[in-house]
């Protein structure tokens, strides 16, 4: 089992790594007490789910609590069954300052220091100050973005980033309404109809007969690898911005034959890519009448 701990400085990014972490198939959880993360990982590891990658963030905001973290931390490290990292975000005292002027929120520590900021984040530094020393990994997060720090994130814990998107690939029909969930969508109406071959007509873009009517046609062929050329060019940007899910949808008449044909060698071809593929057709079944 994997677990990975997410403190550092409040204002400094641990929500946004937590998304990240999330996105890549950790399972998490936020700002629980420090005591708790062994029973915690206890129940995880006896869970029927099998979950075997957990990300939890614990801080200041856990009060008096957080002390417990070096007793559990001493707790995990001596079961050689989890590997047990830490993770460090921190940030400059003036970039935290501007972050919650900009924000408008209040810093955990507000209450405890009559909202001088200045005073909180000095106490809330040094009480992180040996966890940042035995830290596995460190992000300062001063000079970043969010979509860079996204992609720091995703260096240090996927093989390759394109690992953190899901691309969903779908076929629907028009006339039954245009997808809204797609980020994508491509008419491929312009193509020759397989409804109106007696023999096609009952089948699907599923079927080989159906794939090879429609790409018998050179507009069919030429089609196809524009949009191919066009769609891997665009979802490294995609990935580069942090994006965890890309739904491309190909839309004809009656979402049975033309979207069909051009979802299923969309997705084989970013398989062949080694993407993470989904397929789903929408409207494969619906037996109305064109």
Sequence with gaps: MKLLIVTGMSGSGKSCVMDVMEDIGYYCIDNIPPKLIPRFVDLCRKSESEISNIAVAVDIRTGDMFTEIFRSWQELKADDTIEAKILFIGASDEVLIKRYKETRRRHPLHDKFNGNMHEAIRYERQQLSQLRE????????????????KEQVKELFLDKN???LIIKVMSFGFKYGVST???????VR???????IEELRSHTGCDECV???VMSFEQSQKLFDKL????????????HEGKSQLVIAFGCTGGKHRSITFAE??????????????????????????
Excluded: G
């Design 134 to 149: 035995i830290a596995d990994y460190y992000i300062e997060t001063s000079d970043y973005s969010a979509s860079q720090l």
């Design 162 to 164: 394109s690992d953190s």
């Design 181 to 187: 969930e797609s980020d994508l969508v491509f008419d």
């Design 190 to 196: 312009c193509l020759p109809n397989p409804y109106y």
């Design 211 to 213: 794939r090879d009517y």
């Design 228 to 239: 191919t050329d066009l769609i891997d060019y665009l979802i490294p940007l995609y990935v």
């Design 265 to 290: 060698l969309m997705a084989k071809h970013l398989i062949e890519n080694d993407y993470k593929v989904q397929k789903y057709h929408r409207d494969i079944t619906k037996d109305k009448k064109y």
